[in-house]
């Protein structure tokens, strides 16, 4: 099942209906940012969601903040049973530097489908944070004993690490394991 798609471009469009693809001002992040929760909250409890900045020209720290951080941080707050997941996509090069900024300033990290179709973590992590997730989306899935030997730790500490990921969203959680947000489920 291919993810629920957002065109954050065809948002900013309608909701403040301009021409243009340029995410500036507060106001305008704002906006945008409560279309997104609507469209969020209508797709299916607990799916995938791409959101994709490919056509997004300028963009300042405040709408970074609005339209990135302030909705990660509505996802995580959420219950974890019906709230969803979601992978950026299309944030380039341009753009890359202003949300890794918002993110570590909030504490927030995000899933990120770069250019070259390989997934990366994005914003502030652990070092343990980013190699049990690293771990994860080289196998697809896994089980917190399968990665303890190579992560160098015991089962608990790995499940606790993978838990946090978890709960950040970061992660999908399984019956049994975890599941990487990777370029796989963004095929469309």
């Known amino acids: ?15 403040v209906n301009q021409n243009y693809g340029n995410l500036l001002t507060r106001d305008t992040g704002m906006a945008v940012r409560h279309q997104i929760e609507r469209e969020l909250a209508s797709n299916r409890e607990g799916g995938i969601t791409s959101l994709d900045f490919s056509s997004i020209g300028m963009m300042d720290y405040s709408c970074a903040d609005e339209v990135v951080a302030k909705l990660l941080v509505l996802l995580q707050n959420d219950d974890l ?3 969803g997941y979601v ?7 341009e753009h890359l530097e202003l949300v890794e900024s ?7 990290a995000l899933v990120c489908l770069c250019e070259d179709g390989i997934a990366r973590l994005i914003g502030r992590v652990t070092e343990a944070e980013r190699r ?4 994860v989306r080289v196998r697809g899935q896994a089980v917190p004993a399968e990665l303890a030997d190579e992560f160098g730790f015991g089962e608990e500490i790995v499940a606790r690490v993978l838990d946090d990921l978890s ?5 999908r959680r399984l019956d049994r394991g975890f599941m990487a947000l ?3 489920l963004m095929v469309q």
């Open 132 to 135: 049990a997730w690293d771990m």
């Open 182 to 184: 990777d370029a796989s």
């Open 1 to 15: 099942m291919a993810p629920h798609t957002i065109d954050v471009c065809q948002v900013l469009r309608s909701t």
């Open 81 to 83: 049973t019906r709230g």
């Open 167 to 171: 709960r950040r969203r970061l992660v």
């Open 87 to 93: 992978v950026f996509r299309g944030i380039g090069e």
């Open 102 to 108: 918002v993110l570590k300033h909030h504490g927030l």
